[in-house]
T-cell receptor, first 111, second 111 residues
Framework: GEDVEQSLFLSVREGDSSVINCTYT??????LYWYKQEPGAGLQLLTY?????DMKQDQRLTVLLNKKDKHLSLRIADTQTGDSAIYFCAEGSNSGYALNFGKGTSLLVTP | KAGVTQTPRYLIKTRGQQVTLSCSPISGHRSVSWYQQTPGQGLQFLFE???????NKGNFPGRFSGRQFSNSRSEMNVSTLELGDSALYLC??????????FGPGTRLTVT
């Protein structure tokens, strides 16, 4: 499919907020996901949002969705060194579970 | 409840051989998806199975095949291995509500 776009790298200081951005491709996408991958591990589902929502908050995580611009963001409040990982944005439809992933954003949290 | 299990975790095969990877989804989940992850191409969808039927298929050659059993366990097979098949193969267990949970992956090295 077409590319889901993410910036490749983000560096923040411990305690600051991180914002990871994503532009997706399919205006008919039903679900939009954020996953975290640590070195040598599989993908951890962080959160997901239905396309009929604008925002979803889950503890330190806030997802914002702008359907008009096909823009998705993930905000991590009070970022910790344990948040250092690669974060993937993905879009999916309700016709099945064939997700289209971005290339991932590598988040580095420095003390 | 138990997570997604994949076996084996690591495999080394020779070009031309074939390989079978196994995935056991979360209990109660009837849909399983498979993905290939490489540094160059990122995460690419292979196929999805629901109740023993292939529901979606990605853009991979016919050497890649899969199946699902009545207990929802799934296998994928790659025949006539090529060097470019070296990758992390990820299985995801899909809930009925849009959540997709990934296993730790099988790292395949083709020499």
């Amino acid at each position: 499919g077409e590319d889901v776009e993410q910036s490749l790298f983000l560096s923040v200081r411990e305690g600051d907020s991180s914002v990871i951005n994503c532009t997706y491709t399919d205006s008919s996408s039903t679900y939009l996901y954020w996953y975290k991958q640590e070195p040598g591990a599989g993908l951890q589902l962080l959160t997901y949002i239905f396309s009929n929502m604008d925002m979803k908050q889950d503890q330190r995580l806030t997802v914002l969705l702008n359907k008009k611009d096909k823009h998705l963001s993930l905000r991590i409040a009070d970022t910790q060194t344990g948040d250092s990982a690669i974060y993937f944005c993905a879009e999916g439809s309700n016709s099945g579970y064939a997700l289209n992933f971005g290339k991932g954003t590598s988040l580095l949290v420095t003390p | 409840k138990a997570g997604v299990t994949q076996t084996p975790r690591y495999l080394i095969k020779t070009r031309g051989q074939q390989v079978t990877l196994s995935c056991s989804p979360i209990s109660g989940h009837r849909s399983v998806s498979w993905y290939q992850q490489t540094p160059g191409q990122g995460l690419q969808f292979l196929f999805e199975y629901f109740s023993e039927t292939q529901r979606n298929k990605g853009n991979f050659p016919g050497r890649f095949s899969g199946r699902q059993f009545s207990n929802s366990r799934s296998e994928m097979n790659v025949s006539t291995l090529e060097l470019g098949d070296s990758a992390l193969y990820l299985c995801a267990s899909n809930s009925a509500w849009g959540e997709q949970y990934f296993g730790p992956g099988t790292r395949l090295t083709v020499t």
